[in-house]
């Protein structure tokens, strides 16, 4: 958030309009190339999702603005580090503006292994389609899973997960209902992952 003194549009030496500094700031930050992806990632991109400034009138100059952010990041960087360098560009361009940066998650990756086998070769025998080992999409609770044992997901494509009408597609339905084995989704749960569980059950029943 840029603030400046609110004023008349008649008077602008009486007062000082935060909204250039923002845009510039914006601009700055709008040509940045985070960098150009990894073997496994897709190039991390920052994107202005929102501008406000609130003001009704068209003769006053306001006395705030401000924006928001979102940053999908890979694995060649840290969420600290990328909020720590927005700061530095938004206070250049006005020392005395607010940054709150949140960090929702770190990027993770689990290298092609045992686990990710095991997973392809059950979806394949239980679907007949080969999966594509792959960290596109949108982000999830597995990278705070990532912490404590290895992750790998797998789901519908987003764009199957519902129809127009708000249901899934019927093919769909018949490939989900082929995979409830319950001695399979033992044999991919990690044993990290079980002894978590335990243990939360555990303090639950205290």
Do not use: M
């Not at 840290?78 to 938004?90: F, P, Q, S, W």
């Not at 997973?119 to 792959?134: C, F, K, M, N, R």
């Not at 249901?167 to 490939?175: C, E």
């Amino acid at each position: 958030r840029v603030t400046g003194v609110q004023g008349h549009v008649a008077y602008p030496h009486l007062a000082d309009n935060p909204i250039p500094r923002l845009v510039a700031a914006l601009s700055e930050i709008d040509g940045i190339v985070p960098d150009t992806g990894t073997d496994w990632f897709q190039p991390s991109n920052i994107e202005v999702t929102d501008i406000t400034v609130g003001n009704l009138a068209t003769n006053v100059i306001p006395a705030k603005a401000s924006a928001r952010l979102s940053i999908r990041f890979n694995d060649l960087h840290r969420g600290e580090e990328l909020g720590t360098r927005i700061t530095a560009i938004v206070q250049r361009h006005a020392p005395e503006a607010i940054v709150r940066a949140v960090v929702s998650g770190e990027a993770f990756l689990t290298q092609p292994g045992k686990l990710s086998a095991t997973l392809s070769a059950a979806i394949e025998a239980h679907t007949g389609l080969v999966p594509e080992l792959s960290t596109s999409g949108g982000t999830s609770d597995a990278r705070f899973l990532a912490a404590v044992c290895p992750v790998v997901e797998f789901g519908l494509h987003a764009q199957a997960r519902r129809s127009r009408a708000g249901r899934r597609p019927a093919h769909v339905d018949g490939h989900l209902r082929r995979f409830p084995d319950p001695q399979l989704r033992a044999s991919l749960t990690p044993r990290k992952t079980q002894t978590v569980k335990r243990r939360a059950a555990e303090a639950g029943s205290k």
